[in-house]
């Protein structure tokens, strides 16, 4: 009894440490790879990390998302030379305020680097802004985008725009212009918009944006134009909203397309210069004019969007 009651034991012990050995095939099937049986090394796949491909979704901009429609109005120009408190008892729900003018001027006192000849408003203009920006209004910053004749004066050779012989070049109006395919010039406009974003601004609208049409320089004009507004959203956070202020209808000589507008632009604001009725039908059928159109208009309207001029 006790050699039989030794045989089991050993026997029951024997097979629970073959069970360490026991490998399941591809198909499920049970083997057996004991030490002293002979069997096939297993090989490794030789995988290069470098040729895996990972496929990353990144996240798409996507232009006007998430708008509502739009009431606001201009303040005057000088509104930051002033207590404005009393210029915002009869607005609408948002206000526009002009940081930017065409000759360069910037209207409050701007902390991004200039150089000597573009001049900037009195340290009080930031106390009077802070009134606006703390207001229970949503706030829209206006700028003069390209149309600067003090930044291309100052800095030609880094930022300007100019003729074929490499001189700085004049509009019919006497106005210098900055050149998009130059980084002088996105490099300005970046801090100029991200000073913007972080005074707590809702929105930048771009006004004289595009290429003036008189200019007779030769550019693939839609596609630098198209690189400067990627490379500006990706400077700023996500979610800042970016319109532009249409003073003419687009097209070649300005270098902005339908195309353009619609996917670079979260809303389209026009002036008397472009018939909106055609604007529309330029624009793609999902293009939502209601919330990303907005008229500049004289005295409210009843629907859609629009801003009250006031300048």
């Known amino acids: 009894m006790i050699i039989a009651l030794v045989v089991i034991l ?12 026991r490998v399941y095939d591809n198909e499920g099937n049970v083997h057996w790879n004991l030490p002293f049986m002979p069997h096939k090394e297993t090989q490794e796949p030789d995988i290069d990390p470098n040729d895996v491909e990972i496929d990353r979704q990144e996240p798409q901009f996507v232009a006007g998302k998430d708008l509502t ?42 902390k991004a680097a200039t150089p000597e000849g573009v001049s900037k408003g009195g ?29 291309a004066r100052a800095m030609t050779e880094q930022a300007a725009l100019c003729g074929e012989d490499g ?30 974003v972080t005074l707590g601004f809702d929105e930048i609208v771009l006004d ?14 839609t596609a630098v134009l198209t690189q400067f507004m990627t490379a500006l959203r990706e400077s700023l956070p996500e979610g800042t909203r970016i319109s532009l ?9 300005n270098g902005l397309t339908a195309e353009l507008l619609n996917a670079s632009f979260d809303r389209i604001y026009t002036d008397n210069g472009v018939n909106t009725e055609t604007l ?8 939502d004019a209601a919330t990303r159109l907005v008229p500049i208009v004289w005295r409210a309207t009843e629907n859609g969007s629009y801003m009250i001029a006031t300048n």
């Open 10 to 21: 050993l026997a029951a012990v024997g097979f629970l440490v073959i069970q360490n050995y």
């Open 69 to 110: 429609p739009l009431q606001a109005k201009e303040l005057p120009l000088w509104c930051l030379n002033d207590d404005p408190a009393w210029m915002l008892t009869d607005a609408p729900q948002s206000v526009v305020v002009n940081v930017k003018n065409a000759d360069g001027a910037l209207l409050y006192s701007a």
């Open 123 to 151: 340290e009080y203009t930031l106390a009077n802004l802070r009134t606006i920006l703390d207001s229970n209004h949503g706030t829209v910053a206006r700028m003069a985008c390209l149309c600067d004749s003090a930044y």
């Open 167 to 196: 001189t700085l070049w004049w509009d019919p109006y006497g106005r210098c212009w900055l050149d998009p395919a130059k980084e002088g010039t996105l490099t300005y406009v970046k801090a100029l918009c991200q000073e913007l």
């Open 208 to 221: 004289y944006f595009g290429y003036p049409a008189s200019w007779q320089g030769n550019a693939d004009r």
């Open 245 to 253: 202020l249409l003073r003419e209808m687009p097209g070649a000589e």
């Open 280 to 287: 529309i039908k330029m624009l793609p059928a999902n293009f």
